[in-house]
């Protein structure tokens, strides 16, 4: 449905955007970045004629659905770097993405709680 469909790319954006990368936070998700553009998100909506704002199923599903956007990346990240076209990746960097995106797919499934603080009031 469209409601998944955009819950996913969403949390794919946030997943995408908002996941630090500096040495002592790797794989952290930024979430006061997140709740500024959730926040944004909903505002811009509420205005508008054409869409709604985000509504309480994808708010529920919304920790759930960030952890289906970060292992679509791990997937990603697999597939294209060691086996679609293993010889022009720089092993050094593709290692380097796997392990931030699972640090982050680890982070996001200790934090699920928080996530779910952080939509609740957008």
Known sequence: ??????????????????????????????????RYVLEGYNKQLKELTCLEPLHDTEKEYFPMMMGAACQYLINWCTTLFFYEDPDLVNDYEALYYLLHITRLMDWIEDHKEDLAKVIKDV
């Open 1 to 34: 449905s469209n409601i998944v469909v955009r819950l996913f790319h969403f949390c794919f954006c946030l997943v995408y955007c908002f996941s630090s990368w500096r040495p002592e936070q790797d794989g952290i998700l930024l979430l006061d970045d997140c």
